[in-house]
């Protein structure tokens, strides 16, 4: 641009140049006119400023999203003042980020990344402390809630947390998380026997109740209806969570070699459960329950 500033320049001065030279006088006059010139502009050329350069990067403005705990996908929607965007749209279906990026038509960019953590598609997990289902009494019976989610911060609440029957029947807990997410189980008792007077002599009569199943927790999978034992058919290594866990649990417990809780989450203890029943399967001890340690626990 400066090159042409200054042929404009030069182009001006060039024609501003006029000569005008008058012929030799006459000569009957005896006198030659003088040869004059004269400097005629033919135009006023100015100073020319260097083009001001746009340096001033885009701004990305975000649509409002939802911040709070949800088992819902996220949706969060991108604007810019000037030139486009990579994309306006960015649909989250689990935790993690993107990156918004605008361009305009100088080149200047402008990024903003948005980071989702507050979707939560995992449903909770609760178990009960143990109680006796099976042998006869005439007692009520209380079954207790105990919550399994490793994650202390997660809210869960529960239709109820106990519930005591005082006579055979069933009960439906219900656990619903901050995302909404839920989880229900029925307990089934059979097992109170309670003596009544026939109203003659004195005498009692005893209802005849044959004792069965107490618990009765949603099948998980691997469980067939009518099978005595669970089968195992999952990968479980430390962070693993659910069904299978629990059963797994249960299992190491039943053969002494696991003193935690069984609340479905495959933790260090866990692990060290795993190991120890490796051991004594002559399995490779490495705390994961892949194919071989599959196979002795389903004999």
């Known amino acids: 641009m400066k090159k042409i500033a200054m042929f404009m320049v030069f182009l001006g001065l060039l024609l501003g140049f006029k000569v005008y030279a008058s012929s030799v006088g006459n000569p009957i006059d005896g006198v030659a006119t003088e ?8 135009c006023i050329v100015e100073d020319i400023d260097p083009i001001n350069e746009d340096t001033t990067s885009p701004i990305i403005t975000l649509s409002d999203y939802n911040t709070n705990p949800t088992n819902q996908d996220i949706t969060v929607t991108a604007n810019t003042n000037e030139g486009s965007l990579n994309t306006t749209s960015h649909t989250f279906t689990e935790n993690g980020s993107f990156e918004f990026i605008a361009t305009d038509i100088a080149g200047n960019m402008t990024s903003l990344v948005v980071t989702i953590t507050n979707i939560d598609k995992v449903a909770p997990i609760f178990g009960f402390l143990p109680v006796d289902l099976t042998n006869p009494t005439n007692h009520d019976i209380t079954i207790r809630v105990v919550l399994g989610n490793v994650n202390p911060d997660e809210i869960v609440t529960f239709n109820a947390t ?7 029947g069933s009960f439906e807990f219900v656990a619903t998380d901050e995302a909404g997410n839920t989880t229900s189980r029925i307990v089934t008792v059979t097992n109170i026997i309670k003596s009544s007077s026939s109203g003659r002599n004195g005498s009692y009569i005893r209802k005849a109740i044959t004792p069965v199943v107490a618990i009765a927790p949603v099948i998980p999978v691997g469980k067939v209806l009518g099978e005595t034992t669970f089968k195992f058919t999952k990968l479980m290594k430390v962070g693993s969570r659910g069904n299978e866990v629990m059963e ?9 070699l696991y003193a935690g809780a069984v609340d479905g989450i495959f933790g260090k203890i866990t692990k060290k459960g795993v190991i120890d029943f490796q051991v004594k399967n002559e399995v490779e001890p490495k705390g994961i329950v892949g194919p071989m340690t599959r196979e002795m626990l389903n004999k």
Do not use: D, M
């Not at 040869?35 to 033919?42: D, N």
């Not at 106990?162 to 055979?168: A, I, M």
């Open 162 to 168: 106990s519930h005591t029957f005082t006579e055979n």
């Open 248 to 256: 797994l649990q249960k299992r190491l417990a039943s053969e002494g």
């Open 35 to 42: 040869v004059s010139s004269s400097i005629v502009p033919c």
